[in-house]
T-cell receptor
């Protein structure tokens, strides 16, 4: 298996533009997580899906952020409109054992820069 | 609200040295605690997971301990090597059981 695949690896966009980050989880994993990593705040959970259903979205910063998981093999995180403070590395992770902590596999991340 | 703290933020040691990384958490009601490794430009890789009922876990040169009552965990690395250079993060499962709460990590540099 190629692991968790995220695209793009790097994204530079202007303030106000829409940004879409993509994630393909490991086949057979029923849970998917979006995390954001910054120097100031470290790694924070944005949203957790189980069997394609959002279970915990309490970490989504505001209405500008939205996440979807239309099927078991694909998820998107959209920011509209983007702001400079959204600059961070966004990680997607998947697991076959829910949010228990077991078997998390992380993607390599998308480094987002909003100028 | 659960908070996870890792001290020091950075550590530099010569090759061969044994070292200890520290992790503390504010709420002792955890399900488990996990140590991850993050290499520059890469995602996280799980190293060790300790269940709340366990006191320690070992994998090769790594040994992780857990003291729930004091809200502390340590990661012991024996005979450090340059290849151990990375950022090490600890994480605990939140009370709702829906997310890992991470510390900000300790960046380790092992010089040859």
């Amino acid at each position: 298996d190629a692991g968790v695949i995220q695209s793009p690896r790097h994204e530079v966009t202007e303030m106000g533009q829409e940004v879409t980050l993509r994630c393909k989880p490991i086949s057979g994993h029923n849970s998917l997580f979006w995390y954001r990593q910054t120097m100031m705040r470290g790694l924070e959970l944005l949203i957790y899906f189980n069997n394609n259903v959002p279970i915990d979205d309490s970490g989504m910063p505001e209405d500008r952020f939205s996440a979807k998981m239309p099927n078991a093999s694909f998820s998107t995180l959209k920011i509209q409109p983007s702001e400079p403070r959204d600059s961070a590395v966004y990680f997607c992770a998947s697991s076959s054992e829910g949010a228990s902590g077991y078997g998390y596999t992380f993607g390599s991340g998308t480094r987002l820069t909003v100028v | 609200k659960q908070e996870v703290t890792q001290i020091p933020a950075a550590l530099s040691v010569p090759e061969g040295e044994n070292l200890v990384l520290n992790c503390s958490f504010t709420d002792s009601a955890i399900y488990n605690l996990q140590w991850f490794r993050q290499d520059p430009g890469k995602g996280l890789t799980s190293l060790l997971l300790i269940q709340s009922s366990q006191r320690e876990q070992t994998s090769g040169r790594l040994n992780a301990s857990l003291d729930k009552s004091s809200g502390r965990s340590t990661l012991y690395i024996a005979a450090s090597q340059p290849g151990d250079s990375a950022t090490y993060l600890c994480a605990v499962l939140n009370q709702a059981g829906t997310a890992l709460i991470f510390g900000k990590g300790t960046t380790l540099s092992v010089s040859s």
